[in-house]
C-alpha cells in the first residue's frame, strides 16, 4: 500500500478483555515506532522496531501491553486484561531508517474504547 | 521535564493573515532534528517541515516556515495565508541523535481554528 495502515480503525473492549492492533507499515521502511496519543494530547512513544528487533520499549506503560514484528514487516500490538485508562488513540509509524531528518509516515490510529 | 512545550492550547486566526505557533524544547543531545505535524479530525499525522540542529538557514516549506532560534531553544511554526483547511492541531516534535532508532517526542500540540 501506499501508506501506513493500522486496523481496526475502531475498538471497543469491555474491561478485562484482551485486544490486538495491527499495523501495516510502508513496504521497505526498516523502522516502526507505536505511540499512544490520549485525548487532547500529544502522542507519546509506546515502544520501537528496527526490523524484527524490539530495540526500545521503555514507554510502554505495563506488563500488560506487548507488541512484536515478527517477520520485520507488520507488527502487533497486544493489550491485556484492558482497563479504562488505556482508551486511547494507538497510532504506528514507519521510516525508511534512522537518520535524524528521515521523516516518519503515520497511520490515522486505532481508536481504542475500554467500556 | 518537558522536553517540547508547546504553550497555546488553542489559537483562532482569520482566514488569510499568518499565524504563529510557538514551541521550545529541552535537549543536551547536540545533534537533533525538529518537526512539526498536522493533525486533522481525521486522525492521521502529516508532517510539515524539518529544521535540524545544524541547519544554518530557517527551513520553509510553501506557506509555512520554521523560525529556528537554537540560542533560546525555540523552532516556532509560521503559517502565512491562512486557509480554512488548515484548522486542525499542529504538534511540535524533536527527535534526538542518541534516543533508539531517533524516536520522536511530542509537544501537546496547539489546535488552530481558521475563522472565515
Known amino acids: 500500500g501506499a501508506g501506513v495502515s493500522q486496523s481496526p480503525r475502531y475498538k471497543v473492549a469491555k474491561r478485562g478483555q484482551d485486544v490486538a492492533l495491527r499495523c501495516d507499515p510502508i513496504s521497505g521502511h526498516v523502522s516502526l515506532f507505536w505511540y499512544q496519543q490520549a485525548l487532547g494530547q500529544g502522542p507519546e512513544f509506546l515502544t520501537y522496531?528496527?526490523?524484527?528487533?524490539?530495540?526500545?520499549k521503555s514507554g510502554l506503560p505495563s506488563d500488560r501491553f506487548f507488541a512484536e514484528r515478527p517477520e520485520g514487516s507488520v507488527s502487533t500490538l497486544k493489550i491485556q486484561r484492558t482497563q479504562q485508562e488505556d482508551s486511547a488513540v494507538y497510532l504506528c509509524?514507519?521510516?525508511?531508517?534512522?537518520?535524524?531528518?528521515?521523516?516518519?509516515?503515520f497511520g490515522q490510529g486505532t481508536r481504542l474504547t475500554v467500556v | 521535564a518537558q522536553k517540547i512545550t508547546q504553550t497555546q492550547p488553542g489559537m483562532f486566526v482569520q482566514e488569510k493573515e499568518a499565524v504563529t505557533l510557538d514551541c521550545t524544547y529541552d535537549?543536551?543531545?547536540?545533534?537533533?532534528?525538529l518537526f512539526w505535524y498536522k493533525q486533522p479530525s481525521s486522525g492521521e499525522m502529516i508532517f510539515l517541515i524539518y529544521?535540524?540542529?545544524?541547519?544554518?538557514q530557517n527551513a520553509t516549506e510553501g506557506r509555512y516556515s520554521l523560525n529556528f532560534q537554537k540560542a533560546r531553544k525555540s523552532a516556532n511554526l509560521v503559517i502565512s495565508a491562512s486557509q480554512l483547511g488548515d484548522s486542525a492541531m499542529y504538534f511540535c516534535a524533536m527527535r534526538e541523535k542518541k534516543a533508539a532508532g531517533n524516536k520522536l517526542t511530542f509537544g501537546g500540540g496547539t489546535r488552530v481554528l481558521v475563522k472565515p
Open positions: 509509524a514507519s521510516s525508511r531508517g534512522e537518520v535524524l531528518n528521515t521523516e516518519a509516515f
Open positions: 529544521q535540524g540542529s545544524y541547519d544554518q
Open positions: 535537549t543536551s543531545d547536540p545533534s537533533y532534528g
Open positions: 522496531f528496527q526490523n524484527e528487533a524490539q530495540l526500545d
